[in-house]
């Protein structure tokens, strides 16, 4: 990409996460050095899809945002919600495609310095390397393209689908859960009709974005830097834009299955609403206190006096719980972010609990892999369909 477009293009996107505080300063650290790796690349396309998912993706996280954050409860004890988006959850989501987008650069610069030394006609001095041949993908090209692709038009799904889907009417269905029971909104591994379509909806929009910036070849222009043989057909384009966004739509059902399985999601007692943890991170589980040990905590942690002031305490906790109503609102005294407060409020039971999902991975690694998983997966079928080998990403 030119540096005349892709400097100013960059500061645009660090100033814009900054001023409208959808990403943190570690964030924008992350996003410029994500926004290099993809501008270094000699097409437009890995960093306008960039650009396409981080607007896309900020413009939907804030659709009834307000609204979304009474929906669950923070892990502090604070509003639900996604507050801005850490250095963690950037490369999370674009780091793959990073990695794809720097080494088709590479094969890209590598071809080009190739053909250039291989010419040896007398009195041949191209004006620029571009001159020996197209740059442009042909049909059966280079698959780490597809995989690019596949990263942005799966992880918009995912975006999609998790800020969408939560606003349905109906509740979520459990699909890691062989009858689909209801789960309450936000948990891992809960789809609703409305996500999926919304997930379907943002994968569409990365690969219509992509086929704007794709330089796909005609047979006129196919040439041997952009890979592959000849050029594409009107119903070959139709195809792949078809099958990218069924890809990405999968790559959201792809995430709802690994976060159903591998990752665990709380939910607090009194509200019943999930605990959503600070930046994607693992919620912590309050344990169960017996009586005995509540005692022994009492005698060791307070004098005699401060032992009357904890039970009364807790005598006033347990008249709280009672005037919590379903929707998770009290009368004011019970302030979830006391942190002086015993796990048990006075009743002797955990405050959090295990909705679903075994504590293996959090929401960070959750789309790592799922991006990973779908991005490799893309350029498998794409290997399978065109008959070029996997190795050929490595050439």
């Given at each position: 990409?030119?540096?005349?477009?892709?400097?100013?293009?960059?500061?645009?996107?660090?100033?814009?996460?900054?001023?409208?505080?959808?990403?943190?300063?570690?964030?924008?650290?992350?996003?410029?050095?994500?926004?290099?790796?993809?501008?270094?690349?000699?097409?437009?396309?890995?960093?306008?899809?960039?650009?396409?998912?981080?607007?896309?993706?900020?413009?939907?996280?804030?659709?009834?945002?307000?609204?979304?954050?009474?929906?669950?409860?923070?892990?502090?004890?604070?509003?639900?919600?996604?507050?801005?988006?850490?250095?963690?959850?950037?490369?999370?989501?674009?780091?793959?495609?990073?990695?794809?987008?720097?080494?088709?650069?590479?094969?890209?610069?590598?071809?080009?310095?190739?053909?250039?030394?291989?010419?040896?006609?007398?009195?041949?001095?191209?004006?620029?390397?571009n001159d020996l041949g197209s740059l442009c993908f042909s049909?059966?090209?280079?698959?780490?393209?597809?995989?690019?692709?596949?990263?942005?038009?799966?992880?918009?799904?995912?975006?999609?689908?998790?800020?969408?889907?939560?606003?349905?009417?109906?509740?979520?269905?459990?699909?890691?859960?062989?009858?689909?029971?209801?789960?309450?909104?936000?948990?891992?591994?809960?789809?609703?009709?409305?996500?999926?379509?919304?997930?379907?909806?943002?994968?569409?929009?990365?690969?219509?974005?992509?086929?704007?910036?794709?330089?796909?070849?005609?047979?006129?222009?196919?040439?041997?830097?952009?890979?592959?043989?000849?050029?594409?057909?009107?119903?070959?384009?139709?195809?792949?834009?078809?099958?990218?966004?069924i890809w990405g739509a999968l790559g959201s059902l792809m995430?709802?299955?690994?976060?159903?399985?591998?990752?665990?999601?709380?939910?607090?007692?009194?509200?019943?609403?999930?605990?959503?943890?600070?930046?994607?991170?693992?919620?912590?589980?309050?344990?169960?206190?017996?009586?005995?040990?509540?005692?022994?905590?009492?005698?060791?942690?307070?004098?005699?006096?401060?032992?009357?002031?904890?039970?009364?305490?807790?005598?006033?906790?347990?008249?709280?719980?009672?005037?919590?109503?379903?929707?998770?609102?009290?009368?004011?005294?019970?302030?979830?972010?006391?942190?002086?407060?015993?796990p048990s409020f006075g009743d002797e039971k955990p405050s959090?609990?295990?909705?679903?999902?075994?504590?293996?991975?959090?929401?960070?690694?959750?789309?790592?892999?799922?991006?990973?998983?779908?991005?490799?997966?893309?350029?498998?079928?794409?290997?399978?369909?065109?008959?070029?080998?996997?190795?050929?990403?490595?050439?």
């Amino acid at each position: 990409m030119k540096p005349i477009i892709a400097i100013p293009a960059t500061l645009f996107l660090c100033y814009r996460a900054y001023s409208h505080k959808s990403l943190t300063p570690g964030g924008i650290f992350a996003a410029f050095l994500t926004a290099i790796a993809h501008a270094v690349h000699p097409w437009n396309l890995p960093f306008a899809l960039l650009v396409v998912f981080f607007l896309a993706g900020t413009r939907v996280t804030k659709v009834k945002k307000d609204y979304k954050a009474t929906l669950t409860v923070g892990s502090q004890g604070t509003a639900g919600g996604e507050g801005p988006r850490n250095h963690v959850q950037v490369l999370a989501n674009s780091v793959v495609a990073s990695v794809f987008s720097i080494m088709h650069g590479y094969q890209l610069r590598r071809r080009q310095a190739a053909l250039l030394s291989s010419v040896t006609t007398p009195g041949y001095n191209p004006s620029s390397p571009n001159d020996l041949g197209s740059l442009c993908f042909s049909w059966g090209g280079d698959l780490l393209v597809i995989g690019i692709i596949a990263n942005y038009a799966c992880v918009a799904a995912d975006t999609f689908s998790s800020e969408l889907g939560i606003l349905a009417r109906s509740e979520p269905r459990l699909i890691t859960s062989p009858t689909l029971r209801k789960v309450p909104r936000g948990t891992n591994g809960g789809v609703t009709l409305l996500g999926l379509a919304a997930g379907l909806s943002g994968s569409m929009i990365i690969v219509a974005a992509s086929m704007f910036f794709l330089p796909l070849c005609t047979d006129e222009t196919a040439g041997k830097l952009g890979g592959g043989a000849r050029g594409w057909s009107a119903n070959e384009r139709r195809m792949l834009m078809l099958g990218l966004a069924i890809w990405g739509a999968l790559g959201s059902l792809m995430d709802s299955f690994l976060g159903g399985w591998f990752q665990r999601t709380v939910r607090d007692v009194r509200s019943g609403k999930i605990v959503e943890g600070e930046g994607g991170s693992t919620v912590l589980v309050s344990t169960e206190t017996s009586a005995s040990e509540s005692k022994a905590y009492d005698k060791n942690a307070a004098t005699a006096d401060e032992d009357k002031d904890a039970t009364a305490k807790d005598e006033a906790a347990v008249e709280e719980d009672d005037s919590v109503d379903k929707t998770g609102a009290s009368d004011g005294k019970y302030d979830a972010r006391d942190k002086h407060r015993r796990p048990s409020f006075g009743d002797e039971k955990p405050s959090r609990v295990v909705e679903n999902g075994w504590d293996l991975l959090d929401n960070n690694d959750v789309n790592f892999l799922m991006a990973f998983i779908m991005s490799f997966g893309a350029m498998g079928v794409a290997s399978w369909y065109w008959n070029v080998p996997m190795h050929q990403i490595f050439d």
